[in-house]
Nanobody, 122 residues
């Protein structure tokens, strides 16, 4: 695929996980990346996004999650600390070339990964 995610898993509340998203083929070199998540029975929501020098976070993860990028590898990371059971969801990486970056409009992203499951137990 064009976006390949990894790093999901199961942890206890308070634990940490780091998700990775590698952009390949058509998505390689994308300018803007976003992480979204979807829990069963809920709508998909934006979690974090990153452009060339700016980042954005949904309020519920501020101070706990950190999004970074390695342009040499066209890879984006989501470091998740102090995880809560409410963070349990399928996490998806998204990317696009069109700038400016930022925002959580899902329709603005052209490429999507297959998702990686994050489960946080209490």
């Amino acid at each position: 695929g064009t976006l390949v995610e990894s790093g999901g898993g199961s942890v206890q509340a308070g634990g940490s996980l780091r998700l990775s998203c590698a952009a390949n083929r058509d998505a390689y070199g994308s300018s803007c990346f976003g992480w979204f998540r979807q829990a069963p029975g809920k709508e998909r929501e934006g979690v974090a996004n990153i452009g060339r020098g700016n980042t954005g976070y949904v309020y519920s993860v501020k101070g706990r999650f950190s999004i970074t990028r390695d342009n040499t590898k066209s890879t984006v990371y989501l470091q998740m600390n102090s995880l809560k059971p409410d963070d349990s969801a399928m996490y998806y990486c998204a990317a696009r070339f069109y700038e400016p970056c930022g925002g959580f409009d899902q329709f603005s992203y052209d490429y999507w990964g297959q998702g990686t499951q994050v489960t946080v137990s209490s």
